[in-house]
T-cell receptor, first 113, second 112 residues
Framework: EPEVTQTPSHQVTQMGQEVILRCVPISNHLYFYWYRQILGQKVEFLVSFYNNEISEKSEIFDDQFSVERPDGSNFTLKIRSTKLEDSAMYFC???????????FGPGTRLTVT | GQNIDQPTEMTATEGAIVQINCTYQTSGFNGLFWYQQHAGEAPTFLSYNVLDGLEEKGRFSSFLSRSKGYSYLLLKELQMKDSASYLCAVLYSGAGSYQLTFGKGTKLSVIP
Protein backbone atom coordinates (compact mmCIF):
# COMPACT_ATOMS: atom_id res chain seq x y z
CA GLU A 1 0.00 0.00 0.00
CA PRO A 2 1.45 3.38 -0.97
CA GLU A 3 2.44 5.65 1.90
CA VAL A 4 3.85 9.07 2.64
CA THR A 5 7.47 8.99 3.77
CA GLN A 6 9.43 11.62 5.67
CA THR A 7 13.09 12.19 6.45
CA PRO A 8 14.73 12.55 8.84
CA SER A 9 12.72 10.95 11.62
CA HIS A 10 14.44 13.16 14.18
CA GLN A 11 16.35 16.40 13.69
CA VAL A 12 18.19 18.29 16.39
CA THR A 13 19.31 21.81 15.57
CA GLN A 14 20.53 24.92 17.33
CA MET A 15 18.44 28.06 17.57
CA GLY A 16 18.96 30.28 14.54
CA GLN A 17 19.94 27.46 12.21
CA GLU A 18 18.07 26.55 9.04
CA VAL A 19 16.41 23.16 8.70
CA ILE A 20 14.86 21.38 5.77
CA LEU A 21 12.33 18.64 6.36
CA ARG A 22 11.68 16.27 3.50
CA CYS A 23 8.62 14.37 2.39
CA VAL A 24 7.71 12.05 -0.45
CA PRO A 25 3.92 12.17 -0.94
CA ILE A 26 1.90 9.31 -2.37
CA SER A 27 2.67 9.23 -6.09
CA ASN A 28 -0.78 9.85 -7.58
CA HIS A 29 -1.71 12.54 -5.06
CA LEU A 30 -1.76 16.15 -6.19
CA TYR A 31 -2.31 18.04 -2.93
CA PHE A 32 0.35 18.27 -0.27
CA TYR A 33 0.29 19.61 3.26
CA TRP A 34 2.44 20.33 6.28
CA TYR A 35 1.16 20.18 9.85
CA ARG A 36 2.87 20.49 13.17
CA GLN A 37 2.05 19.07 16.57
CA ILE A 38 3.71 20.47 19.65
CA LEU A 39 4.04 17.79 22.33
CA GLY A 40 0.72 17.24 24.07
CA GLN A 41 -1.15 19.65 21.83
CA LYS A 42 -3.37 19.39 18.79
CA VAL A 43 -2.37 18.93 15.19
CA GLU A 44 -2.10 22.37 13.56
CA PHE A 45 -2.32 23.16 9.86
CA LEU A 46 0.64 25.02 8.39
CA VAL A 47 0.27 25.07 4.62
CA SER A 48 -1.28 23.38 1.61
CA PHE A 49 0.34 23.15 -1.81
CA TYR A 50 -1.02 22.36 -5.25
CA ASN A 51 0.31 22.78 -8.76
CA ASN A 52 3.58 24.25 -7.47
CA GLU A 53 1.86 26.95 -5.50
CA ILE A 54 0.75 27.53 -1.95
CA SER A 55 -3.04 27.31 -1.90
CA GLU A 56 -3.60 28.07 1.77
CA LYS A 57 -1.46 28.90 4.79
CA SER A 58 -2.10 29.53 8.47
CA GLU A 59 -0.93 32.36 10.71
CA ILE A 60 1.82 30.05 11.97
CA PHE A 61 3.34 29.89 8.49
CA ASP A 62 5.19 33.19 8.57
CA ASP A 63 8.19 34.43 6.57
CA GLN A 64 10.49 31.99 8.37
CA PHE A 65 8.76 29.09 6.62
CA SER A 66 8.82 28.09 2.97
CA VAL A 67 7.80 25.05 0.96
CA GLU A 68 9.07 23.68 -2.28
CA ARG A 69 8.58 20.79 -4.65
CA PRO A 70 12.11 20.62 -6.05
CA ASP A 71 11.44 17.59 -8.29
CA GLY A 72 8.65 15.19 -9.21
CA SER A 73 8.65 13.33 -5.93
CA ASN A 74 9.93 15.43 -3.01
CA PHE A 75 8.10 18.09 -1.02
CA THR A 76 10.10 20.11 1.48
CA LEU A 77 9.49 22.44 4.39
CA LYS A 78 12.26 24.90 5.22
CA ILE A 79 12.52 26.85 8.43
CA ARG A 80 15.08 29.63 7.91
CA SER A 81 16.04 30.57 11.44
CA THR A 82 14.70 28.13 13.99
CA LYS A 83 13.37 29.23 17.37
CA LEU A 84 12.93 27.17 20.52
CA GLU A 85 9.16 27.25 19.99
CA ASP A 86 9.55 25.51 16.61
CA SER A 87 10.28 22.29 18.51
CA ALA A 88 7.46 19.96 17.47
CA MET A 89 6.54 16.97 15.37
CA TYR A 90 6.10 17.99 11.75
CA PHE A 91 3.79 15.88 9.63
CA CYS A 92 3.55 15.88 5.87
CA UNK A 93 0.30 14.71 4.30
CA UNK A 94 -1.08 14.24 0.80
CA UNK A 95 -4.46 13.71 -0.83
CA UNK A 96 -5.90 13.12 -4.27
CA UNK A 97 -8.17 16.14 -4.11
CA UNK A 98 -8.63 18.82 -1.44
CA UNK A 99 -11.82 17.17 -0.17
CA UNK A 100 -10.51 13.61 0.01
CA UNK A 101 -8.92 12.08 3.09
CA UNK A 102 -5.36 13.11 3.77
CA UNK A 103 -2.71 10.49 4.41
CA PHE A 104 -0.03 11.41 6.88
CA GLY A 105 3.64 10.55 6.93
CA PRO A 106 5.32 9.25 10.11
CA GLY A 107 6.56 12.72 11.03
CA THR A 108 9.87 14.43 11.75
CA ARG A 109 10.52 15.30 15.36
CA LEU A 110 12.33 18.65 15.37
CA THR A 111 14.18 19.62 18.53
CA VAL A 112 15.60 23.15 18.70
CA THR A 113 18.17 23.72 21.44
CA GLY B 1 -10.17 30.17 14.29
CA GLN B 2 -12.81 27.46 13.99
CA ASN B 3 -13.63 25.79 17.30
CA ILE B 4 -13.87 22.00 17.45
CA ASP B 5 -14.81 20.45 20.77
CA GLN B 6 -14.40 16.88 21.90
CA PRO B 7 -13.92 15.32 25.34
CA THR B 8 -10.34 15.23 26.55
CA GLU B 9 -10.33 11.69 27.90
CA MET B 10 -12.56 8.62 28.04
CA THR B 11 -12.18 5.17 29.53
CA ALA B 12 -14.02 2.05 28.40
CA THR B 13 -13.84 -1.68 28.98
CA GLU B 14 -12.56 -4.24 26.51
CA GLY B 15 -15.45 -5.66 24.47
CA ALA B 16 -17.71 -2.67 25.16
CA ILE B 17 -18.98 0.13 22.92
CA VAL B 18 -17.82 3.74 23.22
CA GLN B 19 -19.10 6.91 21.57
CA ILE B 20 -16.82 9.92 21.13
CA ASN B 21 -18.64 13.16 20.39
CA CYS B 22 -17.46 16.16 18.44
CA THR B 23 -19.09 19.56 17.93
CA TYR B 24 -17.89 22.16 15.50
CA GLN B 25 -18.72 25.53 13.99
CA THR B 26 -20.81 25.01 10.87
CA SER B 27 -19.83 28.04 8.80
CA GLY B 28 -17.71 26.95 5.82
CA PHE B 29 -18.15 23.25 6.61
CA ASN B 30 -17.04 20.91 3.84
CA GLY B 31 -16.67 17.51 5.48
CA LEU B 32 -15.64 15.84 8.73
CA PHE B 33 -12.90 13.29 9.26
CA TRP B 34 -11.98 11.05 12.16
CA TYR B 35 -8.39 10.04 12.67
CA GLN B 36 -6.74 7.68 15.14
CA GLN B 37 -3.39 8.66 16.64
CA HIS B 38 -1.30 6.37 18.80
CA ALA B 39 1.22 8.11 21.04
CA GLY B 40 4.25 9.29 19.09
CA GLU B 41 2.78 8.26 15.76
CA ALA B 42 1.05 9.91 12.83
CA PRO B 43 -2.73 10.29 12.56
CA THR B 44 -4.31 7.51 10.50
CA PHE B 45 -7.57 8.00 8.62
CA LEU B 46 -10.65 6.26 10.03
CA SER B 47 -13.74 7.77 8.45
CA TYR B 48 -15.25 10.61 6.47
CA ASN B 49 -18.73 12.18 6.57
CA VAL B 50 -19.99 14.97 4.38
CA LEU B 51 -23.73 14.17 4.32
CA ASP B 52 -26.02 13.61 7.29
CA GLY B 53 -26.22 10.08 8.57
CA LEU B 54 -24.20 7.11 9.63
CA GLU B 55 -21.17 5.66 7.86
CA GLU B 56 -20.20 2.16 8.97
CA LYS B 57 -16.80 0.59 8.52
CA GLY B 58 -16.33 -2.65 10.40
CA ARG B 59 -16.11 -1.99 14.14
CA PHE B 60 -16.07 1.78 13.54
CA SER B 61 -19.04 3.99 12.62
CA SER B 62 -19.28 7.75 12.30
CA PHE B 63 -22.37 9.91 12.36
CA LEU B 64 -22.91 13.47 11.17
CA SER B 65 -25.62 16.07 11.68
CA ARG B 66 -24.71 19.13 9.61
CA SER B 67 -27.50 21.30 10.96
CA LYS B 68 -26.43 20.66 14.56
CA GLY B 69 -22.70 20.84 13.92
CA TYR B 70 -22.32 17.45 15.57
CA SER B 71 -20.60 14.17 14.88
CA TYR B 72 -19.75 11.06 16.81
CA LEU B 73 -17.40 8.14 16.35
CA LEU B 74 -18.70 4.81 17.59
CA LEU B 75 -16.26 2.03 18.37
CA LYS B 76 -17.71 -1.43 18.96
CA GLU B 77 -16.18 -4.59 20.46
CA LEU B 78 -13.35 -2.57 21.93
CA GLN B 79 -9.89 -4.09 21.88
CA MET B 80 -6.84 -3.09 23.91
CA LYS B 81 -5.16 -1.87 20.72
CA ASP B 82 -7.93 0.75 20.36
CA SER B 83 -6.29 2.71 23.19
CA ALA B 84 -5.26 5.87 21.34
CA SER B 85 -6.28 9.46 20.72
CA TYR B 86 -9.19 10.02 18.36
CA LEU B 87 -9.06 13.24 16.42
CA CYS B 88 -12.09 14.99 14.98
CA ALA B 89 -11.06 17.13 12.01
CA VAL B 90 -13.27 19.46 9.98
CA LEU B 91 -12.55 20.57 6.44
CA TYR B 92 -13.42 24.22 6.11
CA SER B 93 -13.58 26.00 2.80
CA GLY B 94 -13.51 29.64 1.82
CA ALA B 95 -12.56 31.61 -1.29
CA GLY B 96 -11.80 28.42 -3.21
CA SER B 97 -9.34 26.98 -0.71
CA TYR B 98 -9.63 24.36 1.99
CA GLN B 99 -8.16 23.89 5.42
CA LEU B 100 -8.37 20.86 7.69
CA THR B 101 -8.79 21.91 11.31
CA PHE B 102 -8.26 19.42 14.10
CA GLY B 103 -9.80 19.18 17.53
CA LYS B 104 -7.57 18.54 20.51
CA GLY B 105 -8.35 14.84 20.40
CA THR B 106 -9.98 12.41 22.81
CA LYS B 107 -7.60 10.07 24.58
CA LEU B 108 -9.34 6.71 24.90
CA SER B 109 -8.08 4.17 27.41
CA VAL B 110 -9.38 0.63 27.02
CA ILE B 111 -9.14 -1.39 30.23
CA PRO B 112 -9.50 -5.16 30.69
Amino acid sequence: EPEVTQTPSHQVTQMGQEVILRCVPISNHLYFYWYRQILGQKVEFLVSFYNNEISEKSEIFDDQFSVERPDGSNFTLKIRSTKLEDSAMYFCASSRTPTYEQYFGPGTRLTVT
Amino acid sequence: GQNIDQPTEMTATEGAIVQINCTYQTSGFNGLFWYQQHAGEAPTFLSYNVLDGLEEKGRFSSFLSRSKGYSYLLLKELQMKDSASYLCAVLYSGAGSYQLTFGKGTKLSVIP
